[in-house]
Each structure stands twice: as structure tokens, then as C-alpha cells.
């Protein structure tokens, strides 16, 4: 008996690295993996009266007819007093334009604005977004895109609802209705995950980034910053690089009530991925830690804390056995409380939660974005507006 209770140095050394790489794991799962939940049951617990200011809804459609078609009904239906929704065209599609004008005739509360095909050597969509905030009437704007549809008839109530003297800018939450299939089951996957990471760090005061797709601010705070000046030389940023650099600890909201998200769906391959490498191009300029803290405990989760459990695993069978049902108890562990956390966070925002495809995942899409971290190394003079110098 006494052989099985006697480990070598080394044995040692690699347990002992094993469960304290574990803890560290665990404690920012059972931190970061869990705010949002908390948030949520403290927001809950406040009977804050919604005010009702007037909001222009700014969508941003990029020749999407069909999603126009499909989403600017229940847009045009919103259980609100006061609002108007402007459609930001990204180019003079035809087709966009004449449906747009066509519903015009009908619905008093709908404008949309047009940038030529042909404008080149800038940001077709901040230019877009630039034309459609100085067009808005109101102070408080909405933003979202045509392949959106809100999650409610009151969407537009509780993005904005709970605007005060100090809040100038507010973070919500577009879902991804997941359908059929591997590809459709990532971009899920990769939206939970992005959503809880950002509302984490939002909810400690430490915003980085926000949503395009359902994300408001003042009017005046959109000036304040001169716009998008500070990223005019990237075609993306309109809304991570914006959010990034407007908010502060005093100025910032998260709303996470089912009512106030967005929803989108069948995200094509060649878009996810244009989005992906977008993000990559603005990521570098983000101010602040948070991205880089939430990258570091990936690592370690990910690829450190398995790579020493299995190490630590593969020496026990040839020393002390004990060690190595230790490493294998820790992985299992680990992959269960990852599980269980990311499926009650997929029920919070209202996801499927596909738990199961977490065994592939937890590992594939890191892989997945180290292969788009490469391609898009060779393709970072895309992520400019014009070449600055040969460097790009």
C-alpha cells in the first residue's frame, strides 16, 4: 500500500501545477461565467419606471431586400409613442430602394437614406450610419441591421427606457437562431460566448466592445466623438471601436431583459467571416485590459490547463496511478462546470443551447480563430480604407 502513496518530484510538481491551474479556471468560470445571470435577477429586482423618450431606429441594410421584406413589420409595430425608423442603405440597390419607398407611402414613421454604389476609399457602412444620425429627429437612436427582427413589440421600451441624466449609451443583446448543421451551430456558439465575455466586463464598469446589431446612444454623444474620426482608416469599428472609445463607468447601461433583444439567423460562411476578421482589424485598438484578460484565461482553459492535466495524466501511468485519475477528475471537472454555466447563459439570452457540442467546440473554435488570427495576417491591407504606406 505504501507504494501508491509515494510520489516522485516530478509527480508532484505536475499535480500541484494540474490543481492550481485548475482553480484558476474554475474561479473565472464560476466569476465571469455567472455575472450576467446575477445582473439579471438584481435588474429584476428593481421597479424602475420605463420613460418613454422620443428614439429614432437606425437600420442598417447593406442591399438586403429580402430581410427588409421580412423584418421591417414588426420594426414599424412597436408598442412605442414616439419613435421613427430610418433605414441606412448602403448603396442605391434598386430593388431596396423601390420596396423602401413603397412602404414609405403607407408608414409616415419610415425614411431611408442612400450613399452611391460607387464611394470608395472609405467605410461604406460608417458613412451609411453618418447620414442616417445626422437625418434622425431624436436625441436617443436605436441602432440594429436589416437581418435583425426584435425579440418583442417592446424592444424598443426597454433599450430605452431607462435613459437618465447620466446614461448616454446602452449595450443589448442580438441572438442567433441557430438552424441546421455544424456552421450554424458555431456562429451560436461564438455569439454566447462573445456576449457573455462582453456583458461580464460591461457589467463591472469595464465595457470594451458592443453590438452592432442592437446597441443605442445619444445623438450628442455621437458628435462628442466627432463620429467614427477615430477609426476612418478601418472599413470595420462602427460599433466595437465606437463603443470602446464613448464609454465610460458613468455613461454605460446593459439591458438584458428578454423583451429588449434582437434576433438574426441563417448567417451565411463568407460573412461570419468577414465579420470575424473585422473585429481582428479593430481588436488591437480597444482600450483597456478586458479583452486581453478574457483571452488569457481562455488560454488557460483551453490549451495550458488540458495540456498539463494530460501530461500529468500520461506520467501517473507509468508512476503513481493515483495522480493520474487526480488529472482525468480535474479535465472532467472542468468541462462540466464550462457545460452547465454556458447552457444557463444560452436559456438567459434565449439561445439553443447545444450543450453537447461543447466537446467540440471547447476545443475547435479557439482553433478556428488562431486559423483566421493567420489568414487575416495576410490580408491586413484589407482592413484599411486606402494604404497608408507599403507596411499594410
Known amino acids: 500500500m505504501e507504494q501508491f502513496l509515494i510520489f516522485s518530484p516530478i509527480e508532484?510538481?505536475?499535480?500541484?501545477?494540474?490543481?492550481?491551474?485548475f482553480l484558476l479556471v474554475l474561479l473565472y468560470l464560476l466569476i465571469v461565467f455567472t455575472r450576467p445571470r446575477r445582473f439579471l435577477k438584481k435588474q429584476n429586482g428593481t421597479d424602475e419606471e420605463k420613460k418613454q423618450l422620443p428614439v429614432s431606429v437606425i437600420i442598417y441594410a447593406c442591399g438586403q431586400t429580402e430581410s427588409l421584406?421580412?423584418?421591417?413589420?414588426?420594426?414599424?409595430?412597436?408598442?412605442?409613442?414616439?419613435?421613427?425608423?430610418?433605414?441606412?442603405?448602403?448603396?442605391?440597390?434598386?430593388?431596396?430602394?423601390?420596396?423602401?419607398r413603397t412602404i414609405e407611402q403607407s408608414e409616415s414613421r419610415l425614411?431611408?437614406?442612400?450613399?452611391?454604389?460607387?464611394?470608395?476609399?472609405?467605410?461604406?457602412?460608417?458613412?451609411?450610419?453618418?447620414?442616417?444620425?445626422?437625418?434622425?429627429?431624436?436625441?436617443?437612436?436605436?441602432?440594429?441591421e436589416a437581418d435583425c427582427a426584435p425579440a418583442s413589440e417592446h424592444w424598443i421600451s426597454e433599450m430605452c427606457g431607462d435613459y437618465d441624466d447620466k446614461?448616454?449609451?446602452?449595450?443589448?443583446?442580438?441572438?442567433?437562431?441557430?438552424?441546421?448543421?455544424?456552421?450554424?451551430?458555431?456562429?451560436?456558439?461564438?455569439?454566447?460566448?462573445?456576449?457573455?465575455?462582453?456583458?461580464?466586463?460591461?457589467?463591472?464598469?469595464?465595457?470594451?466592445?458592443?453590438?452592432?446589431?442592437?446597441?443605442?446612444?445619444?445623438?450628442?454623444?455621437?458628435?462628442?466623438?466627432?463620429?467614427?474620426?477615430?477609426?476612418?482608416?478601418?472599413?470595420?469599428?462602427?460599433?466595437?471601436?465606437?463603443?470602446?472609445?464613448?464609454?465610460?463607468?458613468?455613461?454605460?447601461?446593459?439591458?438584458?431583459h428578454a423583451d429588449s433583444f434582437t434576433e438574426y439567423h441563417d448567417m451565411e460562411a463568407v460573412t461570419f467571416k468577414d465579420i470575424k476578421i473585422g473585429r481582428m482589424a479593430t481588436e488591437k485598438y480597444y482600450r483597456g485590459v478586458s479583452l486581453t484578460f478574457h483571452r488569457f484565461f481562455t488560454f488557460l482553459g483551453v490549451l495550458l490547463f488540458p495540456a498539463v492535466?494530460?501530461?500529468?495524466?500520461?506520467?501517473?501511468?507509468?508512476?503513481?496511478w493515483m495522480i493520474s485519475i487526480w488529472a482525468g477528475l480535474l479535465l472532467v471537472i472542468r468541462f462540466v462546470v464550462k457545460a452547465i454555466l454556458l447552457h444557463r447563459n444560452a436559456r438567459l439570452f434565449g439561445q439553443k443551447p447545444h450543450t453537447f457540442w461543447l466537446i467540440i467546440f471547447d476545443w475547435y473554435h479557439p482553433l478556428y480563430d488562431f486559423y483566421l488570427h493567420l489568414y487575416h495576417q495576410s490580408k491586413k491591407k484589407n482592413d484599411y480604407t486606402f494604404i497608408i504606406n507599403d507596411k499594410y
Not at 421584406?69 to 423601390?98: C, H, K, W
Open 167 to 256: 446614461t448616454s449609451l446602452v449595450l443589448g443583446f442580438s441572438r442567433y437562431s441557430s438552424g441546421k448543421g455544424f456552421f450554424n451551430k458555431l456562429v451560436a456558439y461564438d455569439n454566447l460566448l462573445n456576449a457573455v465575455r462582453q456583458f461580464a466586463s460591461a457589467i463591472k464598469h469595464k465595457t470594451y466592445a458592443g453590438n452592432g446589431r442592437n446597441l443605442s446612444y445619444r445623438k450628442s454623444l455621437f458628435f462628442k466623438h466627432k463620429g467614427y474620426y477615430q477609426s476612418l482608416n478601418l472599413h470595420a469599428g462602427a460599433d466595437d471601436l465606437f463603443v470602446n472609445e464613448a464609454s465610460t463607468r458613468e455613461n454605460t447601461r446593459i439591458m438584458l
Open 111 to 144: 425614411y431611408h437614406t442612400n450613399i452611391p454604389d460607387e464611394t470608395r476609399y472609405l467605410s461604406r457602412k460608417k458613412l451609411a450610419l453618418t447620414l442616417a444620425v445626422k437625418a434622425a429627429k431624436h436625441e436617443i437612436l436605436l441602432f440594429t
Open 309 to 320: 492535466a494530460v501530461l500529468t495524466l500520461v506520467i501517473g501511468l507509468f508512476g503513481n
Open 69 to 100: 421584406r421580412d423584418n421591417l413589420p414588426a420594426f414599424l409595430s412597436q408598442d412605442y409613442p414616439d419613435y421613427e425608423v430610418i433605414v441606412a442603405n448602403d448603396g442605391s440597390d434598386s430593388d431596396s430602394d423601390e420596396l423602401l
Open 12 to 21: 508532484i510538481i505536475l499535480a500541484g501545477a494540474t490543481t492550481f491551474l
